[in-house]
T-cell receptor, first 112, second 115 residues
Framework: KQEVTQIPAALSVPEGENLVLNCSFT??????LQWFRQDPGKGLTSLLL?????REQTSGRLNASLDKSSGRSTLYIAASQPGDSATYLC???????????FGKGTRLSVIA | NAGVTQTPKFQVLKTGQSMTLQCAQD?????MSWYRQDPGMGLRLIHY???????DQGEVPNGYNVSRSTTEDFPLRLLSAAPSQTSVYFC??????????????FGNGTRLTVT
């Protein structure tokens, strides 16, 4: 059974710092991997989706990488801002017709 | 452009009561789903639908019913609420049923407390 782990559970950094959020999964046979952002009291917002054949995806200051063989993905946030403060969740789709398996998230605080 | 709209935002029920959580989308998405989010458990899929008239069970379907009579709406019914159903419920949609490489769009959630 696929399991998704995000460490650390919480992270606090000063504004302007570049940072990396980690996601690991137990079964390397995945269909795709998605990164989401969740603000307090709100739903999830999709940030990046990486297909199994891709190594990375970029959107603005965000870059997500995927290494299936090692069961890892990272979300890189450049020049962090207080507005980046949120919980970031990683989710893996094990197969084409299987539901997403979510990690429990990393709560990020960017201090001005 | 409202996206995914969930109502109500908050609800308190007594054990044994029934209610329906509403989800409506205006993006003409074929795929709709319900998740629950619990502290320490992450998000878990309850039920999903790949189009009008088609529904299927997710990881934790017991105690919940769904139907999909239109493309726009996907209500979640609790027939006899239990304290274990206290959670935050999210509706999520995706543009098409066959390409699982489409991102999910989430509503803002319904916070349900069962006493």
């Amino acid at each position: 059974k696929q399991e998704v782990t995000q460490i650390p559970a919480a992270l606090s950094v000063p504004e302007g710092e570049n940072l990396v959020l980690n996601c690991s999964f137990t079964d390397s046979a995945i269909y795709n991997l998605q990164w989401f952002r969740q603000d307090p009291g709100k739903g999830l917002t999709s940030l990046l989706l990486i297909q199994s054949s891709q190594r990375e995806q970029t959107s603005g200051r965000l870059n997500a990488s995927l290494d299936k063989s090692s069961g890892r993905s990272t979300l890189y946030i450049a020049a962090s801002q207080p507005g980046d403060s949120a919980t970031y969740l990683c989710a893996v789709r094990p197969g084409g017709n299987t539901p997403l398996v979510f990690g429990k998230g990393t709560r990020l605080s960017v201090i001005a | 452009n409202a996206g995914v709209t969930q109502t109500p935002k908050f609800q308190v029920l007594k054990t044994g009561q029934s209610m329906t959580l509403q989800c409506a989308q205006d993006m003409n998405h074929e795929y709709m789903s319900w998740y629950r989010q619990d502290p320490g458990m992450g998000l878990r899929l309850i039920h999903y639908s790949v189009g009008a008239g088609i529904t299927d069970q997710g990881e934790v379907p017991n105690g919940y019913n769904v139907s999909r009579s239109t493309t726009e709406d996907f209500p979640l019914r609790l027939l006899s609420a239990a304290p274990s159903q206290t959670s935050v419920y999210f509706c999520a949609t995706s543009v098409d049923r066959v390409s699982y490489n489409s991102p999910l769009h989430f509503g803002n959630g319904t916070r349900l407390t069962v006493t």
